[in-house]
C-alpha cells in the first residue's frame, strides 16, 4: 500500500541498527553506484518499497498490466501502487525477469510512472495533497530509482542480513 511520508525531515531517520537502516544504507550504495543522488523523500519511499516487499513470494504473479487496469477501474490505490512498486523493482533488481516477462524496459518504465501519475490524481481527488506530492516526485524520480537499485544489485550479499553473534 502506499506509505504517505510527512515532510518533516525528523521522521527520515531510521531507527537505530534496524532493518530499515540496512536498507537506508544498501540504498545510499546504490546511489553512490549510479552517481545519483535522490532526494530525502524518494530515498525514503525506495526503503519503504524495499521493506514492503522483503518477502513477498506473490510479488510477480500478477501481470502489471492487470494491477494498473484494475487500480484505474476501480479506483483501487493499492493496485496502482503495486504495478509501480513491481514494475520498478523488476526494472532495477530483476532485470532478467522482462526477458520471461516479455516487455521491455520502456514498459516498465512507462507502466511505473503512469501508476505514479494516476495515483497523484486519485490523491488530489480525495485532497491527500501530501501523497499526490510524494506520488508526482516519485513519477519524476521512477528512472533514478531504478538506476539505483541497479547500483545496489551489483554488492555483494546485498540481500544477506548479518548474523548476531552471542
Request: no cysteine.
Amino acid at each position: 500500500m502506499f506509505i504517505p511520508i510527512s515532510v518533516d525531515i525528523n521522521i527520515l531517520l531510521p531507527q537505530k541498527n534496524g532493518i530499515d537502516e540496512l536498507w537506508r544504507d544498501a540504498v545510499r550504495y546504490g546511489e553512490t553506484r549510479a552517481n545519483i543522488s535522490l532526494s530525502p523523500i524518494i530515498e525514503k519511499h525506495l526503503v519503504m518499497i524495499l521493506m514492503e516487499h522483503l518477502r513477498d513470494i506473490y510479488l510477480m504473479d500478477t501481470p502489471i498490466a492487470i494491477h494498473f487496469l484494475e487500480g484505474i477501474g476501480q479506483n483501487d490505490l493499492a493496485r496502482l501502487d503495486r504495478a509501480a512498486s513491481v514494475s520498478l523493482l523488476i526494472l532495477g533488481l530483476f532485470p532478467g525477469r522482462m526477458n520471461r516477462m516479455l516487455v521491455s524496459p520502456s514498459y516498465l518504465l512507462s507502466a511505473g510512472q503512469s501508476s505514479y501519475n494516476h495515483l497523484a490524481l486519485r490523491f488530489e481527488a480525495i485532497r491527500r495533497s501530501d501523497d499526490a506530492n510524494l506520488a508526482r516526485q516519485a513519477r519524476d524520480s521512477f528512472e533514478p530509482m531504478a538506476r539505483v537499485l541497479r547500483g545496489m544489485k551489483l554488492r555483494e550479499n546485498i540481500f544477506t542480513l548479518p548474523i548476531p553473534t552471542r
